[in-house]
């Protein structure tokens, strides 16, 4: 990181399992200092219509309104999403709405929203438009990682930050709104200065944090939120629940639950009281809730063996994207997909059941599986360990591997299913869960049943760093700064 000072935002440092981090409490009483924040920057644009270019895009024209900062949309001639931005009041006559190079090279602050994969096709012309003195900004390391692969940089002269919210577009659009009277409710957002040429490059990007609404904006550097964020929408964030979901289900059923019943242990108690409890009361509460012995004793063999088996196969995850594999496979499945597009995960019987226990909810009570539970705390814990144990600092970590989840992901997941969410997340998520979600579920058939189906793997020691584990007092640290808004998943 080129630096972490801001002569404008005033830092926090606080103390998370022994470890001092830096970070911005958000809000709106902040918005008033933004044209300081964006000194210098009379044009932001915003280069992308995605969930998240359309999120940013409106969010950031809401909080500069007043301020003489425009916010324009850039696009490619042609492009479906031209119809979506000008319904949101994004247009041509007045400047806000263009050909996408053309915004590029008009704007002071650049930020590239754009699918993965396209943006590394065009990162050459990118860089050569951006004007003298402008600013490139990312909510992802993904382009770093694919120079890098590559052998190359960003230009020398470039400023280069990150604002990376941690949540879908649609979560960073929809806490916005619904805490337009509540200060500071929105998604937790992580910064990254990379190259700042001029000294202006923290200002800028704590101020775009801001002005997304986040809450909690946390430091760190571009290698860590790509490997953190790769690692966990492959493994966390979308395809260990995925897997959760089909191993368990097909249990279920085996040992003579009936489907809908099945589908409520794997997945609705998944999405459903499960996160709730961890978002409210974190690890911990989930143990609290399973008040019988019996129950207890099912989540803590489940808990173990999931651990010993997740544990190597997410060590496994993270050298290959720390070195260059994973990116490499997407780009070449990327390439593939014009002649073999992705199928669809939710035509199986399961996910058809799925949709019918969802529009039946309130039939019956859905209590925490302690199966479901122990599995999935097991994958949650073994996640954060495998990225402590690279170094990531406890922000990064608590929000990659469980707040993120439960306080974003699972909601739309509870609301429209996990495989639609398989289904509808970026290119690079998706090629990554439908990658990855196999060798968990293989894991949990093969290892954790057959551990639970013997002896059990009851590790008294395991448990015992499970309920000492740090990664408690930390989401009641980080969790004092969380608004009272939870997202309204439609």
């Not at 226990?357 to 925490?368: E, S």
């Not at 989840?405 to 290119?427: E, F, W």
Request: proline share 4%.
């Amino acid at each position: 990181m080129a630096t972490t000072d801001s002569s404008l935002f005033d830092l926090l440092e606080i103390e998370l399992a022994g470890c001092r981090e830096r970070v911005l409490v958000g809000g709106r009483h902040l918005f008033a200092r933004l044209p300081r924040a964006f000194a210098g920057i009379s044009r932001i644009g915003v280069i992308g219509w995605g969930p998240q270019g359309r999120a940013q895009a409106l969010n950031l024209r809401d909080s500069l309104a007043g301020t003489g900062i425009t916010v324009a949309v850039g696009l490619r001639p042609g492009s479906p999403s031209c119809a979506q931005a000008r319904a949101e009041g994004f247009a041509e006559a007045d400047g806000t709405l263009g050909e996408m190079f053309e915004v590029i090279r008009d704007s002071d602050l650049v930020i590239l929203l754009i699918a993965d994969a396209a943006l590394a096709a065009v990162a050459d012309d990118v860089f050569a438009t951006l004007r003298p003195g402008a600013i490139l900004g990312l909510s992802h390391g993904y382009l770093l990682a694919h120079l890098r692969t590559a052998g190359r940089s960003f230009p020398p002269d470039v400023s280069v930050i990150a604002v990376c919210p941690k949540g879908m577009g649609v979560s960073v659009r929809r806490l916005y709104e619904q805490g337009r009277g509540t200060d500071g409710a929105g998604i937790n957002a992580s910064v990254a200065v990379h190259a700042d040429v001029d000294g202006r490059a923290t200002n800028v990007a704590l101020g775009w944090a801001v002005a997304l609404g986040a809450p909690y904006i946390f430091l760190t550097t571009l290698e860590d939120e790509y490997r953190s964020d790769i690692v966990g929408e492959r493994g966390i964030l979308l395809g260990i629940p995925h897997a959760i979901a089909e191993a368990v289900y097909g249990r279920q059923v085996g040992l003579g639950d009936s489907p809908s019943r099945a589908f409520e242990r794997s997945t609705e108690s998944m999405t459903g009281p499960l996160a709730r409890t961890i978002s409210g009361g974190g690890l911990r509460a989930v143990l609290e809730t399973l008040d019988d012995s019996d129950a207890r004793r099912t989540f803590q063999h489940a808990y173990c063996a999931t651990y010993h088996a997740f544990f190597p196969l997410l060590v496994e995850l993270y050298d290959e994207v720390e070195h260059g594999v994973e990116m490499a496979s997407v780009q070449r499945a990327t390439a593939r997909l014009a002649r073999y597009p992705m199928a669809t995960v939710d035509g199986s019987r399961m996910w058809a059941v799925g949709r019918d226990v969802r529009n039946t909810r309130g039939a019956r009570d859905v209590a925490i599986d302690p199966l479901t539970a122990g599995i999935f705390c097991g994958s949650m814990v073994a996640q954060v360990d495998v990225l402590r144990g690279h170094g990531h600092a406890w922000s990064e970590i608590a929000n990659e591997s469980i707040i993120e989840l439960v306080d974003s992901l699972i909601p739309y997941m509870h609301a429209r299913g996990i495989a639609h969410m398989v289904d509808n997340c970026s290119t690079t998520a998706r090629l990554g869960a439908r990658r990855w979600e196999p060798r968990f579920e293989a894991a949990i058939r093969q290892q954790v049943f057959s551990t639970l189906d013997g002896d059990g793997g009851y590790d008294a020691d395991l448990l015992h760093a499970f309920e000492t584990h740090p990664i408690h007092d930390v989401l009641v640290t980080i969790g004092r700064f969380r608004p009272s808004v939870d997202v309204a998943a439609v």
